[in-house]
């Protein structure tokens, strides 16, 4: 009978130190390579993984139960363990660190030592968001550090975008820099505060405006989202849905709404992504010229206009835009305004509350220096532009 009895409990401990997964890493317990952290509920997982075609390893998160994984989040993004000796450890001081075992170099490090903790514990939580703080402590306000103030190239439901007013703290997603290389790469996207949230190159330079939220269509494609513009916060962020969404900064140069399909498994489905054709890149006809994706050639100038450079015009460098074919008469009561529809605002307009499209007009036309203005149906009054006017 006794033997009998031992015999199970060995067995069913045996068991338990196989099925049990942690969500959390302490001084004791590092996460060695080989090893994964699972979120409480089973939704995320966080370990070192390869991307495709070398044999770098970094510390990334992923959605646990789907078949199609995608590296939502990248810890040490530049800076990868070369071999499958790396240790995501916690010190005692609290600094959270990925080391390579063989040659004992640091890779990666977050936290100061100086945030007090002395029980340091970093935890995979459910909603996605890995932090660092004091072991048992759940209050959000004393975390020493969170992934989701250190996006890479994806917003999940919960993070925010954009800027803190209070800490001046902001956040940005930065591409991958190919497939298989997570180091920045060439394209960001973040929120302007005065305008909306846009796509621009390393370089400065704006691929895509979103315009006003509320103009894209996010709410048919199942996303939740929240823009907040506030003496607190300028911020885009969206709430978990029907099911599973990723924003994110491509590697390619776009910006892409991704949606877990419902089929066994699941598929990370591409629901949305701009620039979605060569018209919706900023400016694509440079100054003045009006683009057509479904006309050949797909530029043209605005009514009164003529190419700057003819020649380079004709060989589809748009560059330089158009130009105006006779000056403007400005005050002798000869100029007027032409409709262009489906136009974005320049970046120079400013929106001012006036209240009706014909006040609109006539405020631009007294002013010498308007060349164009703009209502969108009462939402942000008139914009006047003083500079040459892009089209989108
Ligand atoms: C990896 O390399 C193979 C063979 O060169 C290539 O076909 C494949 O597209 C590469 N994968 C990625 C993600 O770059
Ligand atoms: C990684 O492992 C390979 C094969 O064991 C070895 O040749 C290489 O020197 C190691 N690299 C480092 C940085 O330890
Ligand atoms: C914190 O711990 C790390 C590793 O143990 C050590 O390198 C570092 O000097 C410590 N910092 C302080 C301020 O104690
Ligand atoms: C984007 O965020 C990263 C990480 O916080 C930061 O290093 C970088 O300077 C930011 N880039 C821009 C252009 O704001
Ligand atoms: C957003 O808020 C900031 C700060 O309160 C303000 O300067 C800015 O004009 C606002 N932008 C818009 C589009 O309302
Ligand atoms: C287009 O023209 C601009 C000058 O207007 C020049 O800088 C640019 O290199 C040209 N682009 C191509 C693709 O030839
Ligand atoms: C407006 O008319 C006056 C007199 O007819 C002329 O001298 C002036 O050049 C005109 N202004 C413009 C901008 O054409």
């Known amino acids: 009978m006794k033997t009998s009895h031992v015999i199970v409990f060995l067995v069913m401990a045996f068991f338990f130190s196989l099925s049990a997964s942690r969500d959390t890493i302490t001084p004791t317990q590092p996460l060695a390579d080989g090893e994964v952290l699972v979120s409480a509920g089973g939704t995320f997982a966080l370990g070192f993984f390869t991307p495709a075609n070398t044999t770098n390893r970094y510390v990334g998160m992923w959605f646990n139960n789907v078949a199609d994984r995608r590296i939502v989040w990248v810890a040490n993004r530049a800076s990868p363990v070369s071999n499958s000796t790396g240790l995501l450890s916690i010190t005692t001081n609290g600094t959270m660190v990925i080391t390579d075992q063989k040659s004992n170099k640091r890779a990666w490090s977050v936290g100061t030592a100086s945030t007090g903790l002395t029980a340091p514990a970093a935890q995979l939580l459910e909603t996605g968001n890995f932090v660092l703080k004091q072991d048992g402590d759940d209050d959000t ?40 290389d997570p180091s920045g790469g060439a394209y960001y996207i973040a929120v302007d505060p005065n305008t909306d949230t846009y796509l621009y190159t390393s370089s400065g330079v704006v691929v895509w405006r979103s315009g006003p939220w509320d103009t894209i269509n996010f709410r048919s494609k199942g996303l939740n989202y929240k823009y907040v513009n506030s003496s607190q916060e300028s911020t885009f962020s969206f709430q978990e849905g029907d099911r599973p969404m990723l924003f994110v900064a491509s590697a390619t140069g776009k910006a892409q709404l991704f949606g877990l399909s419902s089929d066994a498994g699941g598929q990370w489905e591409l629901a949305w992504e701009e620039p979605s054709t060569q018209c919706n890149y900023f400016g694509q006809c440079g100054p003045n010229g009006i683009c057509d994706a479904s006309a050949s050639p797909m530029c043209g100038c605005l009514e009164g206009y003529v190419p700057k450079s003819p020649s380079r015009w004709a060989s589809e460098n748009w560059t330089d835009g158009c130009v105006r074919k006779a000056g403007l008469d400005c005050r002798n009561g000869t100029d007027g305004f032409v409709v262009v529809h489906q136009a974005k605002m320049p970046e120079s307009a400013i929106p001012t509350p006036t209240p009706s499209l014909d006040e609109c007009r006539l405020a631009c036309l007294r002013d010498c ?24």
């Open 141 to 180: 306000r004393s975390y020493a550090w969170q992934s989701f103030d250190y996006p890479t190239d994806t917003l999940l439901a919960g993070m925010k975008l954009g800027l803190d007013w209070i800490t001046g703290f902001s956040t940005n997603l930065t591409s991958w820099e190919n497939d298989v």
């Open 369 to 392: 220096s308007c060349v164009a203005y703009a209502n969108d149906g009462g939402r942000y009054g008139c914009a006047g532009s003083t500079t040459r006017f892009w089209t989108s």
